[in-house]
């Protein structure tokens, strides 16, 4: 079965600290990847997406995230982290059948330092 | 442009009652579906629709009715709400067609059911 796996419930980093959250996918294919953010009280804002192409792709916010096939692993990276980035994010795979269902993970709440 | 549009933001029920979540795009997306999201389980799909007469059911359908007459609305039903119920629910909606599509979210609708 497809499922999507994000390892760390909670992550503390200080501002201006880079910051990787980890995703890991279990599919029988090449998903299409994505990752959303979702900050208190709001819906879910879409980050970045991959498909095939470049492995690394850019996002909104100055985030990036790397697909590695060989590890079945999308993670999501960024460079300097700001204080308004705290939030919750989510890794999700998109299946690649009539369904057009997105799987996603527990997702990552995300603390930001002073 | 209003894009996913869920009523209401903030709804408590009695255990028995029933009630309709609304959900309403105007992206003329094909694909519609229901997700609930409780801490530290990330988001579980409901109930999913391919399109206006169609709809199937997601990991977690137990308890909720969906029916989608139109492109534009997919309400979700509780026909006797639980305390089990008691979530944040989110609807939203994607372009078919598309396999990296992604998935844009309504605003949720916040349940307590007493």
């Known amino acids: 079965a497809q499922s999507v796996t994000q390892p760390d419930i909670h992550i503390t980093v200080s501002e201006g600290a880079s910051l990787e959250l980890r995703c890991n996918y279990s599919y029988g294919a090449t998903p299409y990847l994505f990752w959303y953010v979702q900050s208190p009280g709001q819906g879910l804002q879409l980050l970045l997406k991959?498909?095939?192409?470049?492995?690394l792709v850019q996002g909104i916010k100055g985030f990036e995230a790397e697909f590695k096939r060989s590890q079945s692993s999308f993670n999501l990276r960024k460079p300097s982290v700001h204080w308004s980035d705290a939030a919750e994010y989510f890794c999700a795979v998109g299946l690649m059948d009539s369904s057009y269902k997105l799987i996603f993970g527990s997702g990552t709440r995300l603390l930001v330092r002073p | 442009n209003a894009g996913v549009t869920q009523t209401p933001k903030f709804q408590v029920l009695k255990t028995g009652q029933s009630m309709t979540l609304q959900c309403a795009q105007d992206?003329?997306?094909?694909?519609m579906s229901w997700y609930r999201q409780d801490p530290g389980m990330g988001l579980r799909l409901i109930h999913y629709s391919v399109g206006a007469g169609i709809t199937d059911q997601g990991e977690v359908p137990n308890g909720y009715n969906v029916s989608r007459s139109t492109t534009e609305d997919f309400p979700l039903r509780l026909l006797s709400a639980a305390p089990s119920q008691t979530s944040v629910y989110f609807c939203a909606s994607r372009q078919t067609g598309v396999g990296n599509s992604p998935l844009h979210f309504g605003n949720g609708t916040r349940l307590t059911v007493t």
């Open positions: 991959y498909f095939s192409g470049d492995t």
């Open positions: 992206m003329n997306h094909e694909y």
